[in-house]
């Protein structure tokens, strides 16, 4: 399970939505869905007065099923992009040498399960055209999510051993520091179980260190950059 999300700017809400492979763990790690619930059924007491109304809407649910059918891709991403106002890139591994690009998603749709079973976007969207690629986007990212196996209050971060995302990230912030952008805020996804004490984990020059965590406690700031972005 892998969730990463980088966001644009040009963006007004941070509206995410956690990736994860079509598998078992989807199930055990959301609450439960309202479909696992038992349904309860409200018997009324029917007024046929309000028929007219209901065919209304069913005729109106129609139209609109209709027209979404209708979008094409490339309508449906300009679209969602204005609705959200966001620019989303999902980590795509490319290789077993560290190589791994974040490309850019419209819908969560655009997601195939890898050989592993990873949700991860195809190098084209549904039109054949390339995925852009977050290197190639035009306005800095303001914002990373990053997975890990453990992180500590001083900002570390255990990875999975593959360096992707630390390589990821270091080719990120030297186009930020050419491009003279802001640096990305690196945010840590975070259970409290995986937040480690200080000098617990061991730390390499390649190791990136993140912003700030997101856990259950709630956020906790660690570069003076993210106690900044919290209170501006
Ligand atoms: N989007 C996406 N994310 C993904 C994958 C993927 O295919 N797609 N991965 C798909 O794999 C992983 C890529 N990361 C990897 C991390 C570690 C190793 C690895 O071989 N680790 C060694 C060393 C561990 C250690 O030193 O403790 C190992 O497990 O033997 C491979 C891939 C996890 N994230
Ligand atoms: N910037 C980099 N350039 C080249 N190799 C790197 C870089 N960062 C990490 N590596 C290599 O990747 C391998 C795994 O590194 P490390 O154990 O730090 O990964 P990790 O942080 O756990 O993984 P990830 O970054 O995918 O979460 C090591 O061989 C390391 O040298």
Known sequence: MTPVWAITSSSSLAVVAQIFPRSSSRREILPR????SPRYFVTMSKDSSLDPIFHQKRTLRSKVRKDLKGMN?????QEGQTLIRKKLYVPRVEDRNSH???????TIDDLIPNSMNILEPAPVDGDG??????????????????PGLAFDRSGRRLGRGGGYYDLLLKKYQELAT???WKQPLL??????????DEGVIPVTPNDVPVDALVSPDGVIPISLRAFERMTE
């Open 100 to 106: 791994m690009r974040m490309l850019h998603i419209s």
């Open 178 to 180: 050419e491009q003279k």
């Open 33 to 36: 869905q309202p479909s696992d």
């Open 129 to 146: 055209i390339q995925r852009e690629d977050v290197v190639q986007a035009g306005d800095p990212v303001d914002l990373f999510l990053l």
């Open 73 to 77: 891709a490339s309508q449906r991403s």
């Open 187 to 196: 945010v840590g996804l975070s259970y409290s179980v995986q937040i480690m």
